[in-house]
């Protein structure tokens, strides 16, 4: 995969998933704008593609708004020109609470980030790569926008939504030579795991840690560089007619049904 000469713009670049995905963008040839709503973690970003001979910038902006989501285009079209990648890809976990006890401000917030931003990210990005008529966008899901679970009500209608969008924006710019897809990974190694399983047994995040683990027939998390794997190819010509669809990355948790338990 050979990104020389195109120009990679990552949301949520300051965390595990968006970091891995805009060095590996860089690493391959790409210019890279780093969006984040954190500018220590975003800038942080930023720095270690720099250190490692990238070209990369980065913006701060928050997905939720549509004056700071225009700016964040504008920046990158001013700086680089173009966008040929997009990976609209900043979300949160919110609150782990059963879905009658779930706070109403928490359920907006979550919907904001995970949905409402994703939706902004392709309404701004999209009329650039028609504008083009090249481009590859992929929006991160996660399992939990292909199944339930308990006490997540607002996180998996926000990832159900994003799989939503995904099929509707890849219909509507298919004919115009840009490309929508979507990433569902399952338990990947970052803050927002360890968040979770802190949520769920804040004395021994551990155990939550372990269990999960037992869970998946690979008998581990993913690692942030194989979600951004599969970006990167879902973002590259050797994806060149998929478009509309998810890629799963998982470890074999949802092809065993959810019934695989390692022991
Ligand atoms: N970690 C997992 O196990 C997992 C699994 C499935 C899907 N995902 C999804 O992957 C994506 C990345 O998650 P991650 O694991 O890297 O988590 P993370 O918390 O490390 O990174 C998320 C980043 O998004 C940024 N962000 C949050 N709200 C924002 C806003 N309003 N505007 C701009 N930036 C904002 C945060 O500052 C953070 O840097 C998320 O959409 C998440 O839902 C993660």
Do not use: W
Not at 23 to 32: C, D, N, Q, T, W
Not at 49 to 62: E, K, L
Request: proline share 4%; aromatic share 6%; glycine share 14%.
């Amino acid at each position: 995969m050979d990104f020389t000469g195109k120009v990679a713009l990552v949301t949520g670049g300051g965390g595990g998933i968006g970091r891995a995905t805009a060095l590996g963008f860089a690493l391959r040839g790409a210019k890279v704008m780093v969006v984040d709503a954190d500018t220590t973690s975003g800038q942080a970003t930023a720095d270690i593609v720099a250190q490692r001979g990238g070209t990369v910038a980065f913006v701060q902006a928050d997905v939720t708004q549509s004056a700071s989501v225009q700016a964040y285009v504008k920046k990158t079209m001013d700086a680089y020109g173009r966008i040929d990648c997009f990976f609209n890809n900043a979300g949160i976990e919110g609150q782990v609470r059963p879905t009658q006890e779930y706070d109403e401000d928490m359920f907006d917030k979550v919907i904001a980030v995970n949905l409402k931003g994703v939706f902004l990210g392709l309404r701004h990005v999209l009329p650039v790569m028609v504008a083009q008529g090249s481009g590859a966008v992929v929006n991160t899901a996660s399992v939990a926008g292909l199944f339930g679970g308990p006490g997540m009500p607002a996180y998996v209608a926000s990832k159900h939504g994003v799989l939503g969008l995904t099929k509707v924006a890849s219909t509507d710019v298919a004919g115009l030579g840009v490309r929508v897809n979507a990433v569902c990974p399952g338990p990947v190694e970052t803050r927002m795991m360890r968040s979770l399983e802190s949520q769920r047994n804040p004395d021994d995040p551990e155990s939550i840690h372990a269990a999960m683990s037992r869970m998946i027939p690979a008998g581990r998390y993913a690692l942030p560089e194989e979600i951004a794997n599969t970006v990167l190819f879902l973002c590259s010509d050797l994806s060149s007619n998929t478009t509309g669809t998810q890629v799963v990355v998982d470890g074999g948790r949802s092809g065993s049904g959810g019934t695989s338990v390692r022991r």
